[in-house]
């Protein structure tokens, strides 16, 4: 069965890096783009990056772009987000999902991982 | 970037009858549409795609319909395990964007 399996959350300081990471298991990793979002405590979804099964293309939300790097490694089936220069605004819980067609851009999510919590406090 | 705005932003049902959950795209998205079903503590899940069309193993009574940028999921008889929070997402455009959300609570 498909599994997304994220990594990396805890709390760091503002300013700081971290890199979280999405293991994938049950399908094809290399053959489907994948994103990740985002929601803050009590909040909403919020969408912050897509690349596509090849890595060729990646897009970020506004709020994110310049400091936040989505990329995948097809070998290890998993997928990173590298966040940069963070900020309490980006406290929240990151999900990793799944694109569901096999090759396609933009289309619906069809699995997500259950989340890790990242919290940006000094 | 394409704004989803939708309503209500509360909605009180009672168990039984129906529900009506509107989203709006700022732009036309086509039916570049989907929604998703999020119980806390838990991932969202997908119900719609392609504004219409359920994923699988969703209960019939979850409809979608709509397309441009006008669209709704109905939810026609409410079950207690349909309580929870409601997204649409456009994936039209990048960037994707997701509608604020509607919280269907027990009236």
């Known amino acids: 069965q498909v599994q997304l399996v994220e990594s990396g959350g805890g709390v760091v300081q503002p300013g700081r890096s971290r890199r979280l990471s999405c293991v994938a298991s049950?399908?094809?990793?290399?053959?489907?783009?994948m994103h990740w979002v985002r929601q803050a405590p009590g909040k909403g979804l919020e969408w912050v990056a897509v690349?596509?099964?090849?890595?060729?293309?990646?897009a970020y939300a506004d709020s994110v772009k310049g400091r936040f790097t989505v990329s995948r490694d097809n070998s290890k089936s998993t997928l990173y987000l590298e966040m940069n220069n963070l900020t309490p605004e980006d406290t929240a819980t990151y999900y990793c999902?799944?694109?569901?067609?096999?090759?396609?851009?933009?289309?619906?999510?069809?699995?997500w991982g259950q989340g890790t919590l990242v919290t940006v406090s000094s | 970037e394409i704004v989803m705005t939708q309503s209500p932003v509360t909605l009180s049902v009672s168990p039984g009858e129906r529900a009506t959950l509107s989203c709006r795209a700022s732009q036309s998205v086509s039916t570049n549409l989907a929604w998703y079903q999020q119980k806390p503590g838990q991932a969202p899940r997908l119900l719609i795609h392609?504004?219409?069309t359920r994923a699988a193993d969703i209960p019939v009574r979850f409809t979608g319909s709509g397309s441009e940028t006008e669209f709704t999921l109905t939810i026609s008889s409410l079950q207690s395990e349909d309580f929870a929070v409601y997204y649409c997402h456009q994936y039209n455009n990048w960037p994707e964007t997701f509608g604020q959300g509607t919280k269907v609570e027990v009236k």
């Open positions: 999902a799944r694109v569901q067609v096999p090759y396609a851009a933009m289309v619906h999510f069809d699995y």
């Open positions: 392609g504004a219409a």
């Open positions: 690349i596509t099964y090849d890595g060729r293309n990646k």
């Open positions: 049950g399908f094809t990793f290399s053959n489907h783009g």
